[in-house]
C-alpha cells in the first residue's frame, strides 16, 4: 500500500539532546513537508520540500534542519537551539508544482523533551 | 504573503443539524487551490475537499460542501446533517504554485446527542 511512514510514533529524549524523525514515502511524491502542532492550535509549517537536494524554510524553521537526498525520505533533527521542542510532529507529501493537488500525511511523531 | 484564518476555535453543534465553519484566505498567487481536513483525536489527517481558485462550482463530497466566495476570499466548510463521529478538529488550508501548503489554526467541533 502506497503511503507515508513516520516513525516512532512516541519518542522522548533529554534536554540538549538533537534528535532525528524520520518521514519515508511511496507515493512517489517530488513535494515533502513537515509540520508542528502544538495541543489544540492548528498545523505550523517548519520545511518543506519541491525535489531532491532542494528545501525552503517554513514560518518556524529555527531550531530545526532537514535534509532531502532521496526523493522517498525527508528527515527532520530537531536541535537543542529548538527552546520548545515538545510537540506533535506531522510529515506530508503532494505532486509538486500543482495547486490542485492535496497533501497526504503520516501518522504523526509526539516528542516529549526533558 | 499567504495567510488562512479560522475565526472559531470552537463550535457545539446539535446531532442531525448543519454546521458551517469558517476560514478565510489572502494570497497574491492567481491560481491556488483551498483544503479542508478532519483532524480526530488519533491525530491523524483526513482530506475532507478541495477547491479551486478557477473552478466555477462549489465543491461538494458526499455531507461535506465548499462555499466558496472568490471575491470575499472565504471558502467555508458545510456539513450537512451533522454525526457523533464529526466530533473533530477542522482545518482550513491553502495551497499555491510554489506548492507551500499553510493551515489555519482549526475549529473543534462538537456534536451533541
Known amino acids: 500500500d502506497g503511503g507515508i511512514t513516520q516513525s516512532p510514533k512516541y519518542l522522548f529524549r533529554k534536554e540538549g539532546q538533537n534528535v532525528t524523525l524520520s518521514c519515508e514515502q511511496n507515493?512517489?511524491?517530488?513535494?515533502m513537508y513537515w509540520y508542528r502542532q502544538d495541543p489544540g492550535q492548528g498545523l505550523r509549517l517548519i520545511y518543506y520540500?519541491?525535489?531532491?537536494?532542494?528545501?525552503q524554510k517554513g514560518d518556524i524553521a529555527e531550531g530545526y534542519s532537514v535534509s532531502r537526498e532521496k526523493k522517498e525520505s525527508f528527515p527532520l533533527t530537531v536541535t537543542s537551539a529548538q527552546k520548545n521542542p515538545t510537540a506533535f510532529y506531522l510529515c506530508?507529501?503532494?505532486?509538486?508544482?500543482?495547486?490542485?493537488?492535496?497533501?497526504?500525511f503520516g501518522q504523526g511523531t509526539r516528542l516529549t523533551v526533558v | 504573503a499567504q495567510k488562512i484564518t479560522q475565526t472559531q476555535p470552537g463550535m457545539f453543534v446539535q446531532e442531525k443539524e448543519a454546521v458551517t465553519l469558517d476560514c478565510t484566505y489572502d494570497?497574491?498567487?492567481?491560481?491556488?487551490?483551498l483544503f479542508w481536513y478532519k483532524q480526530p483525536s488519533s491525530g491523524e489527517m483526513i482530506f475532507l475537499i478541495y477547491?479551486?481558485?478557477?473552478?466555477?462550482q462549489n465543491a461538494t463530497e458526499g455531507r461535506y460542501s465548499l462555499n466558496f466566495q472568490k471575491a470575499r476570499k472565504s471558502a467555508n466548510l458545510v456539513i450537512s446533517a451533522s454525526q457523533l463521529g464529526d466530533s473533530a478538529m477542522y482545518f482550513c488550508?491553502?495551497?499555491?504554485?510554489?506548492?507551500?501548503?499553510?493551515f489555519g489554526s482549526g475549529t473543534r467541533l462538537s456534536i451533541r446527542p
Open positions: 494570497t497574491s498567487d492567481p491560481s491556488y487551490g
Open positions: 507515493l512517489n511524491h517530488d513535494a
Open positions: 488550508a491553502m495551497r499555491g504554485s510554489a506548492s507551500k501548503i499553510i
Open positions: 520540500s519541491q525535489i531532491v537536494n532542494d528545501f
Open positions: 506530508a507529501s503532494s505532486i509538486a508544482g500543482r495547486a490542485h493537488t492535496e497533501a497526504f
Open positions: 477547491q479551486g481558485s478557477y473552478d466555477q
